[in-house]
């Protein structure tokens, strides 16, 4: 029994989106998005990777310091150790030995900047460890805290993995790849309406022909 023109096109638009689908799981899955030249392994990819400011912080009996490096800033958070609230008014200098000897800014209540742009080269930023001392005077207290700012590793952060792409990406390409799929099906069925059409006026003009003839005779 001969298949209709429906269930031959339903049939053939089943396929399409068969292999669109396969496609796509292809593109989105591990081993499609693996590197191909690699010769080390990765982790599994992190969602959503959370990258921690380099930082040092110090205590004493009156004080507790944390200093976080963003960007040319260092940012000083300075609290009462034994109630730990902020320090409002004091003065704050970081020596880090060979590199800067700066007084800090306060910004906003128990939070002092140093802008650090000015040093050129010798701000930190390579990787490594910064010894730095602050001297802190704060109303009628004086304290000296010595601590480490430690640059890390990047650890491949900025490596550019594929599997990182962004959900919209995927579902652009999984769209992408079905409506080429959906419009290859269309011109097929134009292209077989139009074989079945001139068929059809073909055999019409046979029956006519035929009609004609035999009424002649």
Request: aromatic share 6%; net charge negative; hydrophobic share 50%.
């Amino acid at each position: 029994m001969q298949m209709n023109q429906a269930q031959i096109s339903h049939s053939f638009l089943g396929i399409l989106l068969a292999a669109a689908l396969a496609l796509v799981l292809a593109m989105l899955s591990p081993s499609a998005r693996a590197h191909g030249n690699d010769d080390h392994e990765h982790a599994a990819p992190v969602a959503n990777q959370i990258t921690v400011a380099p930082r040092a912080s110090a205590q004493s009996e009156d004080f507790e310091l944390v200093a976080v490096l963003q960007g040319a800033r260092l940012v000083i958070y300075l609290d009462q150790f034994a109630s730990n609230e902020a320090v409002n008014g004091a003065q704050i200098e970081v020596e880090s030995k060979g590199l800067f000897k700066l007084l800090a800014k306060e910004s906003e209540p128990g939070v002092y900047v140093i802008d650090l742009s000015s040093l050129g080269a010798k701000m930190p930023a390579a990787v490594g460890k910064y010894p730095l001392t602050f001297t802190i005077d704060a109303a009628d207290t004086s304290d000296v805290l010595a601590s480490t700012l430690e640059i890390a590793a990047d650890d491949e952060s900025l490596h550019d993995h594929a599997a990182s792409a962004p959900t919209w990406q995927r579902w652009l390409a999984l769209a992408s790849v079905i409506s080429a799929a959906v419009l290859v099906l269309l011109l097929w069925m134009r292209r077989r309406a139009g074989r079945t059409s001139l068929n059809f006026n073909s055999a019409n003009s046979a029956r006519l022909t035929n009609s004609t003839t035999g009424g002649v005779q």
